[in-house]
């Protein structure tokens, strides 16, 4: 069974730093590309970041490059987001997901960790 | 706002058959690429429902079915249930922006 479960969620002050984790199990991690997808409190999903197989690709949406960096250690099975300069608007529920590059889409779903960033 | 449109809510009566709409562009469903839907539980996460415009995943009731057509998609759910009261979203690539995208999510009643 294919598990994801996220970690490292808080309350930090805007320009604060936190690291998100990803322990992934159930399946072979460093054969699929990973995701960080966040949704803000009542609101929709936003995709933010993917990181290939050996990590030697990453994109990042528009309004986090610069400040947030994804990363993986395969042989931890793990997936990482580290995120800097936080800022409001970042406040958040992080999921971290497998992605299929070939169709594009989301597979499986950790339950995410809510990041808060307030004074 | 998203670059996929979606109705903020849709209701049903148990047994009805219901649609979401999902409208996008032409350099995202429009350009052919795929349409993928996904049902979110109150508190919980989301799920993969139907992927490549019009296929379920094992374990997804044939009650769920997806279609596309030109810039828009359509998720349908028939038989409606009680169960089946969540938030749905779409979500499909952007080639001129290279990223994925998410509609803004429809939230069904089942009255």
């Known amino acids: 069974e294919v598990q994801l479960v996220e970690s490292g969620g808080g309350l930090v002050q805007p320009g604060g730093s936190l690291r998100l984790s990803c322990a992934a199990s159930?399946?072979?991690?460093?054969?699929?590309?990973m995701s960080w997808v966040r949704q803000a409190p009542g609101k929709g999903l936003e995709w933010v970041a993917n990181?290939?197989?050996?990590?030697?690709?990453?994109y990042y949406v528009d309004s986090v490059k610069g400040r947030f960096t994804i990363s993986r250690d395969n042989a931890k099975n793990s997936l990482y987001l580290q995120m800097n300069s936080l800022r409001a608007e970042d406040t958040a529920v992080y999921y971290c997901?497998?992605?299929?590059?070939?169709?594009?889409?989301?597979?499986?779903w950790g339950q995410g960790a809510l990041v808060t960033v307030s004074s | 706002q998203s670059a996929l449109t979606q109705p903020p809510s849709v209701s049903g009566a148990p047994g009805q058959r219901v649609t979401i709409s999902c409208t996008g562009s032409?350099?995202?469903?429009?350009?052919?690429?795929?349409v993928h839907w996904y049902q979110q539980l109150p508190g919980t996460a989301p799920k993969l429902l139907i992927y490549?415009?019009?296929n379920r995943p094992s374990g997804v009731p044939d009650r769920f079915s997806g279609s596309k057509s030109g810039t828009s998609a359509s998720l349908a759910i028939s038989g409606l249930q009680a169960e089946d009261e969540a938030d749905y979203y779409c979500?499909?690539?952007?080639?001129?922006?290279?990223?994925?995208?998410f509609g803004g999510g429809t939230k069904l009643t089942v009255l």
């Open positions: 997901a497998t992605f299929s590059s070939a169709w594009r889409r989301f597979d499986y």
């Open positions: 159930g399946f072979t991690f460093s054969s699929y590309w």
């Open positions: 990181i290939k197989q050996d990590g030697s690709e990453k």
């Open positions: 032409s350099s995202n469903i429009g350009a052919g690429y795929d």
């Open positions: 490549g415009n019009n």
């Open positions: 979500q499909s690539y952007d080639g001129s922006l290279s990223v994925s995208l």
